[in-house]
């Protein structure tokens, strides 16, 4: 460290050498593959043509590079080649799954009645400016409303418990959350249908998937709260117990407002999660057509419910309509999602 | 030590008594920790009893059946005719084939955006594989089903076409026919794995990208400063560090998998057999056979179906437990945030 030099030298650039011989072999294996794929040999399709290319190129790329450059750096170039395609892969597969829904859903979202009626007295075969979804975006706002009232409160304590209170009890319950976290949704409806619908004998309601989906997003709050807790610099609560604080004060006046934007992260998550969740709804209300206000009466339908049973009619329309349900289901989320990082980002600009 | 305990203003003792070191709590913190004790219990007991109901369920079911229950076929309550065979086989195979495909993808992502994405956009990578965990199940099925299954069963063609003499890719149809079948290719293991594979792989990359990011930058450096490539970097000081984080991420992923409902409803036809030909349609996995079986099942057939629940939880406890176990142990440590 005896001096600094002026500029750093750059370790990540790409020399005019490498630009050549990148472009060089993607157009040689495109012209190669060209040639061959769709003029010499029988063989057609865009997925066997992309893979060809794919591996001409890593080919072509190979044996450019071995005019000048070792072996470890062929390797490197290859590998970094690989890992540029894998990310374009998953991140293409991602962007086409929301283009693809919104696209698809865009005939039903055209249409204002959408948003505003319900499918009480509509066919699925009923053009797309009869009916609408406003009953299951109603429903879902409902069951997610009430889902969140029981599993906040319940989750964020819990997460105080594990990460404030501890002791030996607090690891049991920790091991049990953990392992419930990742509890597939399709179980937690089981169980509350059997315990609410058969032996309780309730009737199917948005009550009940509502309690169902509190069942698996209390895991996930607890989870990640009391990673959003453990963050929080122990300097604090030693400091405001230094001052005569109790714990309940220093718990409430110091750890939960340090806490405060990691607790919505994990609430929102937590949201995210049982938004979509079609198995708890599927098997916890039921299907209905008309709007139901009403959480523990009549069985009330939710987005992702109404995008299942829609998709099971095979009618064209009803599928452009689960479409429609699809991309309003995903702008929701979506929208929480853009919150989540707004969120963390405003944490840690405060940093 | 003891003397100057008068000095304090709160405590009442008179000096010549000792002061203690651990006065007790409150009033206040008894509650709060009695109420956090409780909330702590009541969530222990909801979620672990979920495990313990569904097992208490099993019973009748196993004293019934017995050991044929795993070891049927076929799935006809009508009958009396129940088991689990083909449905395990059928989970775990969607499960497989998901791992398969999520596996490369989620390690070769979340290296990329550790080590190779430039620094600008790697904050929107890490966002955009957190946005990829957040879509609902269902609008994976749907993609699957219209937009990936039209391409992906030519692929399945072209794979029994050229490789049928290997088990796996063999589809009881001619691949070489004219006129292909294509409904002989369609709502398979493969395509329900492929689309079970894009909730697969946010959560393996997730955890994988976060251990990445721990590795030691002195170790990194130091590679680097020996002359290692960017690649020489990775496989000698990122790969061994993360071991732990890699086996563990993926098995999270794989308890995510074997337990997804939605998706693979809406893309499978169910078949209740025992086969290996993950290319040909008809399958059936136990969550997607008790979502469509639970409706119009008597009080025994319920019983089957918490069965068949029971097992599905006990392996996706076992899978999860041991990816934590791996993670914990791991020189890294880090977990997911989902």
């Known amino acids: 460290m005896a001096s600094t030099p002026v500029q750093p030298r750059k370790i990540r650039s790409l020399t005019a050498d490498d630009w050549v011989s990148l472009v060089g072999a993607i157009l040689a294996s495109f012209a190669l593959v060209d040639l061959l ?74 249409h204002l009645n959408f948003y505003t009626h319900d499918m009480s007295g ?19 706002v409902i069951e997610v409303g009430i889902a969140i009232a029981i599993a906040v409160p319940v989750g964020v304590a819990t997460a105080v418990y594990m990460s404030e209170v501890g002791g030996r009890f ?19 409806g089981l169980f509350v249908y059997v315990i609410l619908i058969v032996y309780v004998g309730l009737p199917k309601t948005g009550f009940a998937v509502s309690v169902a989906m509190a069942v698996t997003m209390v895991p996930i709050i607890a989870r990640a709260g009391e990673v959003a ?18 714990h309940w004060s220093t718990v409430r006046k110091v750890v939960l407002p340090s806490a405060k934007a990691g607790l919505a992260t994990a609430t929102i998550l937590a949201v995210a999660r049982g938004i979509g969740e079609t198995a708890v709804a599927l098997i916890t209300s039921g299907a209905s057509s008309f709007m139901t206000i009403n959480p523990i009466q009549n069985p009330m339908n939710s987005l992702p419910l109404f995008i299942f049973t829609a998709d099971q009619t095979h009618e064209p329309l009803a599928i452009v ?23 963390s980002r405003d944490k840690g600009a405060r940093r | 030590m003891s003397t100057s305990a008068s000095n304090t203003p709160t405590t009442l003792r008179s000096s010549s008594e000792p002061r203690l070191l651990e006065p007790g709590l409150e009033r206040s913190d008894r509650i709060f920790h009695g109420l956090s004790t409780l909330t702590g219990a009541f969530v222990l007991l909801v979620t672990g009893g979920i495990g313990l109901f569904l097992g208490l369920q099993a019973i009748p079911t196993l ?12 799935w006809q309550p009508e009958l009396d005719h129940i088991g689990i065979a083909a449905v395990l086989l059928g989970t775990l195979e969607v499960a497989l084939v998901a791992m398969t495909l999520a596996f490369p993808l989620a390690l070769m992502l979340a290296l990329f955006i550790s080590d190779y994405a430039p620094v600008k956009i790697k904050s929107y990578l890490v966002s955009a594989v957190d ?99 960017r690649f ?70 319920l019983s089957a179906l918490m069965t068949a629940g029971f097992v599905l939880f006990l392996i996706t406890l076992l899978v999860n437990t041991a990816a934590a176990v791996i993670i914990r142990r791991s020189r890294s440590g880090a977990g997911t945030d989902i």
């Open chain 1, 170 to 188: 607090a690891r049991w319950v920790r091991t049990v959350v953990e392992a419930m976290t990742a509890l597939p949704e399709i179980l937690a």
């Open chain 1, 229 to 246: 807790l453990r963050v929080v610099p122990s300097g604090l609560r030693e400091a405001s117990s230094a001052l005569g604080a109790t």
């Open chain 2, 131 to 229: 946005l990829m965990a957040a879509v609902p199940s269902i609008i994976y099925g749907l993609w699957g089903f219209f937009l990936l299954q039209p391409h992906a069963i030519t692929l399945s063609r072209w794979l029994s076409q050229n490789f049928g003499w290997f088990p796996l890719f063999h589809v009881d149809t001619d691949p070489n026919a004219a006129v292909w079948q294509q409904s002989r290719y369609t709502s398979s293991v493969f395509i329900a794995g492929a689309a079970v594979s894009m909730m697969a792989i946010p959560l393996a990359c997730a955890v994988m990208r976060a251990v990445f990011d721990q590795a030691p930058q002195g170790e990194r450096e130091a590679a680097m400063a020996l002359g290692g490539t």
């Open chain 1, 122 to 140: 509509v066919s699925p075969t009923a053009p797309l400016n009869q009916g609408g979804i406003l009953h299951a975006i109603v429903g879902t």
């Open chain 1, 37 to 110: 794929y769709l003029h010499v040999l029988a063989t057609s399709g865009a997925l066997g043509f992309v893979v060809s290319w794919f591996v001409s190129f890593m080919l072509f790329y190979a044996g450019i590079l071995s005019f000048v450059n070792p072996r470890h750096v062929i390797v490197d170039r290859l590998v970094t080649a690989a890992l540029y395609v894998a990310a374009l892969i998953v991140l293409g597969a991602l962007a086409s799954t929301v283009v693809y829904t919104f696209a698809q859903g865009w005939r039903a979202l055209v």
């Open chain 2, 63 to 74: 004293r019934h059946y017995g050991l044929s229950f795993f070891t049927t076929v076929v």
């Open chain 1, 321 to 343: 309509r689960a479409f429609g349900a699809a991309s309003v289901l995903l702008a929701m989320v979506l929208v929480l999602f853009i919150l989540t990082r707004w969120l």
């Open chain 2, 232 to 301: 020489g970097v990775v496989r000698t000081v990122v790969l061994p560090f993360a071991r732990g984080g890699i086996i563990g991420g993926s098995m999270l992923a794989l308890g995510r998998a074997l337990g997804e409902t939605a998706a693979v409803l809406i893309i499978i036809s169910p078949a209740y057999e025992i086969k290996f030909r993950v290319l040909e349609a008809g399958t059936q996995t136990i969550s997607a056979l008790i979502a469509g079986n639970f409706g119009n099942a008597t009080a025994s057939q």
